[in-house]
C-alpha cells in the first residue's frame, strides 16, 4: 500500500535498503513493498541509491574526535519514561508529493501506525482527497483550511472516523495544522 507521508521511519528504511543493510527478511518485505508501487518510498531509494553508489568501497580508517562516541551516545539515548518535548526548532520539516504541502512527525507509533504530525499548506496549496483507515483528527493552529463548503480557522478542530473518505482540502492564506492520523491512510484517485 503506497504511503500518504514520508516519515523518519521509512527514510531509514530507504536508506538501509539503498545501503543493503537490511536483513533478508526486512528486504524481501521492502522490495514487495516496492513493486505494489509505492512512489514515495521509491523516490527515497533512487535518491539514496545515488548517494550510496558514490561512496567508496574501502575508506582509509580515521581515528574519531576526542568525545565524539560521548556525544552520539548523549545523542540516540532512550528517553526518560514520561513526558517527552520536541522544541519549536528541533525536527525537519519535509515536502510531501504536494507542490507546497510540507510535513513534521512529531510523535510515530510503529505499533499502531498513528502519526502525530504538523502539515503545512503555502497559500493556494491543496492536499488531494483519502480515505481515513483509522480515526484522523485535525486542530488548525494557524490560517485557513477549506473542505467542500466546510471552511476552518485557526482554533477549530475536526474528527474523521475510521472508514470515512476525506475530499480534497485547500487554503486560501496558508495553513498549520496538528493532526493526529494514521500512517495508512489512502489516496482517493
Keep these: 500500500m503506497p504511503h500518504l507521508e514520508?516519515?523518519?521511519e521509512l527514510r531509514a528504511a530507504a536508506a538501509l535498503y539503498s545501503l543493503g543493510l537490511m536483513t533478508e527478511e526486512e528486504a524481501v518485505a521492502f522490495t514487495k513493498h516496492l513493486a505494489e508501487g509505492c512512489d514515495l518510498c521509491r523516490r527515497e531509494v533512487d535518491a539514496f541509491s545515488v548517494t550510496a553508489s558514490r561512496l567508496?568501497?574501502?575508506?582509509e580508517e580515521v581515528a574519531p574526535p576526542p568525545g565524539l562516541r560521548a556525544r552520539v551516545l548523549e545523542k540516540i539515548a532512550e528517553p526518560e519514561p514520561g513526558?517527552?518535548?520536541?522544541?519549536?526548532?528541533e525536527g525537519r520539516w519535509r515536502p510531501t508529493p504536494f507542490p507546497g504541502v510540507s510535513s513534521k512527525t512529531l510523535y510515530f507509533d510503529r505499533e499502531t501506525s498513528m502519526a502525530t504530525n504538523l502539515l503545512r499548506l503555502e497559500p493556494g496549496a491543496s492536499y488531494p482527497a483519502h480515505h481515513h483507515t483509522a480515526v484522523e483528527q485535525c486542530l488548525v493552529l494557524e490560517g485557513d483550511v477549506r473542505q467542500g463548503g466546510v471552511v476552518m480557522?485557526?482554533?477549530?478542530y475536526s474528527r474523521n472516523d475510521a472508514g470515512s473518505d476525506h475530499g480534497r482540502i485547500s487554503t486560501v492564506s496558508g495553513c498549520l495544522l496538528l493532526l493526529v492520523s494514521s500512517m495508512k491512510d489512502e489516496l482517493l484517485a
Design 56 to 59: 567508496p568501497l574501502a575508506a
Design 153 to 156: 480557522k485557526a482554533g477549530d
Design 6 to 8: 514520508l516519515t523518519e
Design 83 to 89: 513526558m517527552h518535548v520536541v522544541r519549536e526548532g
